[in-house]
């Protein structure tokens, strides 16, 4: 660290020089004077000699493929990123550089483009989830649920929300970290023991003090099971409490959406409209919900309005230009947004068109329908909880489910996500996940090695 790096391939011996005179100091010694002696590292690094760009290229393909993924694993994982086909057209438009940003665009005159498509990004997701008040948007599914609590409780002015233990882990997660620190008290009801959808009379009986200000569900829930929205709904309603619903946007081509059932509030991870897994993200969060709650959205509005010349055009409507110059009384602190993917989405909801969606649907339904009644058929396998599943079910294995997991990846499947004893009772509770890239072959092939996993002693 002492020596001058004359051997750098960024700054020569002059550079090094002209910025230390610039500073007034004599030497590199001089400018790490105040780091301690002791935590110095005073030989050269351990690493191996430079590479070629090729020779680079070449080493990280090569890590590259140690990695096991979708491509070389069948997958059958869900909890809220899941694969589905991407039509080729999505990547060819998105790819565009008048969309290549996920910056807001402020400046309506230069971004007409931009402000149309996700425009048009707010009309197809209403219709999808039933509500016609649709934000562009948050950073993804769990930041979209606990958003909506905050929503519910800014709305109300109460302080207690009621939600479904059966929501994922990690979007609980998220709802805690959100409200707690705001005062908010976060209360959970358990499932149906039998059908694992939520228990409504527990609902029922805390809404009677008066203090909540809404209920969360998610359906499917993180059993697989689907909740009865429009119950919940009614005994929302009954009571006068808000209802946030986080939904598999898919499920709305199949049954009827949760803003037509009654819920207030709908929310929904949309990767499964048109994003890649990308190990995780970046996602993208939507929120729906009725005009009333309009004012509490978080996120950016896009409108079609007129400017002073009577010219029809978009622009970011109903918020101040950083949320965050609000402080305490601001909606939200999100300041960025997933416009890139909020595109996506509106291409490959337009791609597809309203029959096509329903068809994926449905062939996601009809292929966890077969693999469930295949798996369960087999001795000791049987389904965890009764309700309706979609996409997702949860099934009871004769032995542990991390065990099993860890074997089927041996043979090339992720074979699901292991539910946790809070969940299942125990730890042989397997949810599994089925899209419309699985064909029949694929299916029986689980089945094959899910029966030899399960012989091992």
């Known amino acids: 660290m002492g020596r001058a790096p004359i051997g750098f391939n960024v700054h020569t011996g002059s550079d090094v020089q002209a910025m230390l005179a610039v500073m007034g100091l004599q030497s590199i010694e001089q400018l790490f004077a105040d780091v301690p002696a002791q935590v110095r590292l005073r030989r050269e690094l351990d690493l191996p000699p430079a590479l070629s760009e090729w020779e680079l290229m070449r080493d990280v393909r090569a890590m590259a493929e140690l990695n096991a993924t979708v491509l070389s694993h069948a997958s059958f994982l869900g909890c809220g990123a899941y694969e589905h086909y991407i039509p080729a057209v999505v990547d060819a438009i998105v790819s565009r550089g008048e969309f290549l940003t996920a910056y807001t665009p402020y400046q309506p005159e230069m971004s007409q483009g931009l402000l149309q498509a996700l425009f048009e990004f707010q009309v197809l997701v209403g219709r999808l989830l039933g509500q016609g008040c649709v934000n562009c948007s948050v950073y993804d599914g769990a930041t979209a649920l606990a958003e909506s609590c905050w929503m519910m409780c800014s709305a109300s002015g109460k302080r207690r929300v009621v939600v479904a233990q059966a929501v994922w882990e990690q979007y609980r997660e998220v709802i805690d970290t959100y409200l707690l620190p705001r005062g908010v008290q976060v209360v959970y009801v358990g499932q149906d023991s039998v059908s694992g959808m939520v228990d409504t009379a527990a609902i029922e009986a805390l809404l009677t003090a008066g203090d909540v200000a809404g209920v969360v569900l998610q359906s499917p829930n993180a059993l697989g099971v689907i909740e009865d929205v429009h119950a919940v709904a009614q005994v929302c309603q009954q009571n006068s409490v808000l209802l946030a619903v986080c939904v598999n946007p ?149 032995m542990d489910a991390s065990v099993f997991c860890a074997r089927m990846r041996n043979l090339g499947v992720f074979a699901g996500v292991p539910l946790g004893k809070a969940l299942a009772g125990h730890e042989r509770g397997l949810l599994i996940a089925v899209t419309e890239t699985k064909s029949q072959a694929d299916l029986e092939a689980y089945v094959r090695h899910a029966r030899a996993c399960l012989q091992e002693v």
Request: charged share 20%; with cysteine.
């Open 250 to 398: 898919l499920l709305c081509g199949w049954l009827e959406a949760p803003g037509a059932l009654g819920a207030d509030i709908v929310v929904c991870e949309g990767q499964p409209l048109g994003l890649p897994l990308s190990a995780g993200g970046p996602y993208v969060g939507i929120i729906a919900c009725a005009k009333p709650l309009e004012r509490y959205l978080p996120g950016r509005l896009v409108g079609r309005v007129h400017d002073l010349n009577g010219k029809l055009g978009y622009a970011l409507v109903k918020e101040d230009r950083e949320q965050h110059v609000a402080r305490d009384k601001a909606t939200s602190h999100i300041c960025s947004n997933q416009a890139l993917n909020a595109v996506r989405v509106a291409v490959h909801l337009a791609c597809l068109g309203e029959r096509n969606f329903m068809r994926i649907a449905q062939v996601n339904a009809a292929n966890a329908a077969l693999l469930c009644e295949l798996l369960t058929a087999l001795a000791g396998v049987k389904l965890l909880r009764s309700g309706t599943h979609f996409n997702e079910f949860a099934v009871e294995l004769p």
